[in-house]
Protein backbone atom coordinates (compact mmCIF):
# COMPACT_ATOMS: atom_id res chain seq x y z
CA UNK A 1 0.00 0.00 0.00
CA UNK A 2 1.49 3.56 -1.11
CA UNK A 3 1.04 6.18 1.31
CA UNK A 4 1.75 9.64 0.77
CA UNK A 5 2.85 12.52 3.51
CA UNK A 6 4.12 15.40 4.02
CA UNK A 7 7.52 15.47 5.34
CA UNK A 8 7.94 17.36 8.66
CA UNK A 9 10.89 15.43 9.95
CA UNK A 10 14.38 16.21 8.94
CA UNK A 11 14.53 12.68 8.25
CA UNK A 12 11.80 12.54 6.16
CA UNK A 13 12.83 15.71 4.33
CA UNK A 14 16.27 13.91 3.46
CA UNK A 15 14.48 11.14 2.00
CA UNK A 16 12.52 13.72 -0.22
CA UNK A 17 15.79 14.95 -1.16
CA UNK A 18 17.14 11.52 -1.73
CA UNK A 19 14.21 10.30 -4.24
CA UNK A 20 14.86 13.62 -5.89
CA UNK A 21 18.68 12.87 -6.22
CA UNK A 22 17.70 9.39 -7.79
CA UNK A 23 15.72 10.88 -10.50
CA UNK A 24 17.11 14.30 -11.56
CA UNK A 25 20.95 14.09 -10.82
CA UNK A 26 21.69 10.13 -11.17
CA UNK A 27 19.11 9.41 -14.25
CA UNK A 28 18.68 12.58 -15.65
CA UNK A 29 21.83 14.10 -15.49
CA UNK A 30 21.05 17.72 -13.37
CA UNK A 31 23.98 18.98 -11.17
CA UNK A 32 22.87 19.17 -7.86
CA UNK A 33 23.24 22.05 -7.17
CA UNK A 34 20.65 23.07 -9.87
CA UNK A 35 18.40 20.05 -8.22
CA UNK A 36 18.70 21.46 -4.62
CA UNK A 37 17.90 25.05 -4.45
CA UNK A 38 17.02 28.01 -1.97
CA UNK A 39 13.46 27.66 -2.57
CA UNK A 40 13.81 23.67 -0.64
CA UNK A 41 14.09 25.25 3.01
CA UNK A 42 10.42 27.21 2.68
CA UNK A 43 8.71 24.52 0.38
CA UNK A 44 6.24 22.23 1.57
CA UNK A 45 8.00 18.34 0.92
CA UNK A 46 5.51 15.56 0.40
CA UNK A 47 6.88 11.99 0.01
CA UNK A 48 5.17 8.75 -1.23
CA UNK A 49 6.19 5.38 0.91
CA UNK A 50 5.55 1.85 0.02
CA UNK A 51 6.48 -0.45 3.04
CA UNK A 52 7.99 2.61 4.95
CA UNK A 53 10.61 2.75 1.55
CA UNK A 54 10.37 6.69 -0.13
CA UNK A 55 9.21 6.15 -3.53
CA UNK A 56 8.17 9.35 -4.65
CA UNK A 57 8.50 12.96 -3.66
CA UNK A 58 7.36 16.26 -4.49
CA UNK A 59 7.26 19.83 -3.37
CA UNK A 60 5.13 23.18 -3.42
CA UNK A 61 5.49 26.73 -2.47
CA UNK A 62 3.33 29.32 -2.81
CA UNK A 63 4.47 31.97 -4.92
CA UNK A 64 2.33 34.92 -3.71
CA UNK A 65 -1.68 35.54 -1.71
CA UNK A 66 -3.65 31.97 -3.32
CA UNK A 67 -0.92 30.99 -5.82
CA UNK A 68 1.05 27.66 -5.31
CA UNK A 69 3.73 25.93 -7.51
CA UNK A 70 4.48 22.46 -7.68
CA UNK A 71 7.87 21.53 -8.20
CA UNK A 72 10.46 18.72 -8.27
CA UNK A 73 7.52 15.96 -8.84
CA UNK A 74 9.22 12.32 -9.14
CA UNK A 75 8.99 8.60 -8.74
CA UNK A 76 11.77 5.94 -8.52
CA UNK A 77 11.68 4.56 -12.40
CA UNK A 78 10.64 0.75 -10.57
CA UNK A 79 7.45 3.09 -9.01
CA UNK A 80 6.67 4.23 -12.66
CA UNK A 81 2.93 3.76 -14.45
CA UNK A 82 1.45 2.56 -10.96
CA UNK A 83 -0.52 5.66 -10.03
CA UNK A 84 2.18 6.92 -7.66
CA UNK A 85 1.84 10.30 -9.41
CA UNK A 86 -2.13 10.90 -9.54
CA UNK A 87 -1.87 10.06 -5.97
CA UNK A 88 1.17 12.61 -5.57
CA UNK A 89 -0.53 15.41 -7.22
CA UNK A 90 -4.01 14.73 -5.09
CA UNK A 91 -2.21 15.02 -2.05
CA UNK A 92 -0.93 18.37 -2.78
CA UNK A 93 -3.54 19.87 -4.39
CA UNK A 94 -5.89 18.57 -1.15
CA UNK A 95 -2.95 20.55 0.74
CA UNK A 96 -3.08 23.89 -1.37
CA UNK A 97 -6.79 23.75 -0.81
CA UNK A 98 -6.35 23.37 2.83
CA UNK A 99 -4.00 26.07 2.63
CA UNK A 100 -6.18 28.75 0.92
CA UNK A 101 -4.35 28.35 -2.60
CA UNK A 102 -6.69 28.57 -5.47
CA UNK A 103 -4.32 28.16 -8.56
CA UNK A 104 -1.55 26.26 -8.89
CA UNK A 105 1.47 26.60 -11.46
CA UNK A 106 4.33 24.16 -12.38
CA UNK A 107 7.02 23.48 -14.80
CA UNK A 108 6.39 20.10 -16.23
CA UNK A 109 9.20 18.73 -18.39
CA UNK A 110 7.52 18.33 -21.64
CA UNK A 111 7.38 14.35 -21.96
CA UNK A 112 5.55 15.00 -18.51
CA UNK A 113 2.61 17.50 -20.44
CA UNK A 114 0.28 14.75 -21.24
CA UNK A 115 -0.05 13.19 -17.60
CA UNK A 116 -0.59 16.73 -16.18
CA UNK A 117 -3.08 17.77 -18.97
CA UNK A 118 -5.15 14.57 -17.52
CA UNK A 119 -5.10 15.96 -14.29
CA UNK A 120 -6.78 19.54 -15.91
CA UNK A 121 -3.64 21.85 -15.95
CA UNK A 122 -3.12 23.90 -19.25
CA UNK A 123 -0.24 25.11 -20.44
CA UNK A 124 0.60 28.20 -21.15
CA UNK A 125 4.10 29.30 -22.41
CA UNK A 126 5.72 28.12 -25.16
CA UNK A 127 8.51 25.42 -24.97
CA UNK A 128 11.91 26.60 -22.73
CA UNK A 129 14.72 24.76 -21.26
CA UNK A 130 14.99 24.86 -17.41
CA UNK A 131 18.38 22.82 -16.57
CA UNK A 132 18.90 22.34 -20.32
CA UNK A 133 15.65 20.43 -19.77
CA UNK A 134 12.46 21.24 -22.39
CA UNK A 135 9.86 22.61 -20.22
CA UNK A 136 6.13 24.26 -20.63
CA UNK A 137 4.45 26.04 -17.97
CA UNK A 138 1.05 24.88 -16.69
CA UNK A 139 -1.67 25.85 -14.35
CA UNK A 140 -4.82 24.76 -13.08
CA UNK A 141 -7.85 26.59 -11.14
CA UNK A 142 -8.59 24.81 -8.06
CA UNK A 143 -11.13 26.66 -6.54
Not at 60 to 77: H, N, S
Amino acid sequence: MIKVKIAETPIEKEQAFNVRRKVFVEEQGIPLHIELDEFDDSAVHFVAYELEQPIAAARIRELEMGIGKIERVCVLPEYRGQHVGLLMMHEMEQYAQKAGLFTLKLNAQSYAVPFYEKLDYSVNSPEFLDADVPHRAMEKKII
